[in-house]
Structures are given as structure tokens and as C-alpha cells.
């Protein structure tokens, strides 16, 4: 056993590639929409059913918890980092690669907006999906790799035979 897998464990690697790719894609993503985009409420239809926009996230995922104020910012940075070090150990863990690339786009995600709140004082939220007057609250690349990493998991441990695993 090498010591890089002694370390990170056997779908270590992959593991934290996933979470690079999710982290570079979700910060290069905001810088574009920062760059393009002066103030919040500013934004561009692309399709009838899909805007970029600017948003100053205060909360987490899609708005959720929105109040502001420092305490929740630090408050929402424990948290966030507190669920990177438990999905860093269940990434180590992983009998399998979906595991680990799921646990990897959780910690991508979870940094990256973490990385915004420090940097900003709040994640920048910017994919506008609606139908007519309905729109999803707007999210970014984060949140979406924290999402769609976390269904894959719990869709994986509900439905995937332990005998197949």
C-alpha cells in the first residue's frame, strides 16, 4: 500500500480531484459573474426558462436561512467546514469511487462557498432557473455539486444492494 493511499485512502485521489474540479469551476464561474454584473438584481434572460443574475447569498443552499448579520456568517463557515471534515473522512473510507467522487464534490462545493463568505461576507448565487413568474431560488456551481453529490450518495445507499457494493 502506497503512502498516498494509506493517507487519502483507496479512491482518495479521485476523491479530491472531483473536489478541485467543483471548487476551480464554482470560483471561476462567480469571478465571470462578478466581472459581468455590477450590482445585485442585475442580470441577462439566456432562455425563456433561464437567467444568470447576481445575488448576495447570505444564508445556504437556494437561500435557505437568509438573515445576514456576522454571527450567522461564522456560524454558516463552522458548519460548512464542520461537513467538509466529516465528508473528508467518509471520502477516506470509501469502499467505492461513486463514494468518493459524491463525498469530493460535497467538500468542492462546501469550500467554495465557504470561500465566498470569507472572502465577499456572502456566496454569490447567479443560475436563475423559473417558469413564468416562478423562479428556483438562485444557486451557483456549489451548491449544485453539494446537491447532486449528496443525492447520488443517499439515492446509492437507499437503492444499491450491499452484495453489489
Known amino acids: 500500500m502506497s503512502m498516498l493511499t494509506r493517507v487519502l485512502g483507496r479512491f482518495g485521489v479521485p476523491g479530491l480531484l472531483a473536489a478541485a474540479v467543483i471548487l476551480a469551476a464554482d470560483q471561476a464561474s ?61 471520502m477516506r473510507r470509501a469502499a467505492r469511487l461513486i463514494e468518493a467522487v459524491c463525498a469530493g464534490m460535497v467538500i468542492g462545493g462546501a469550500l467554495g462557498n465557504v470561500i465566498d463568505r470569507l472572502r465577499l461576507g456572502a ?21 449544485s455539486g453539494i446537491v447532486v453529490g449528496m ?5 446509492d445507499g437507499l437503492f444499491v444492494k450491499p452484495a453489489t457494493r
Open 30 to 90: 462567480k469571478a465571470a459573474i462578478l466581472g459581468r454584473f455590477a450590482e445585485a438584481g442585475d442580470g441577462v434572460t439566456l432562455l425563456p426558462f433561464f437567467n444568470l443574475v447576481l445575488v448576495w447569498n447570505h444564508g445556504v443552499s437556494f437561500g435557505l436561512f437568509n438573515q445576514g448579520g456576522a454571527t450567522g456568517t461564522v456560524l454558516l463557515i463552522v458548519l460548512a467546514l464542520v461537513i467538509t471534515a466529516a465528508m473528508a473522512v467518509w
Open 123 to 143: 456566496v454569490v448565487d447567479f443560475l436563475d432557473f423559473h417558469i413564468a413568474a416562478w423562479h428556483w431560488p438562485a444557486f451557483n456551481v456549489a451548491d
Open 151 to 155: 443525492l447520488v450518495l443517499v439515492v
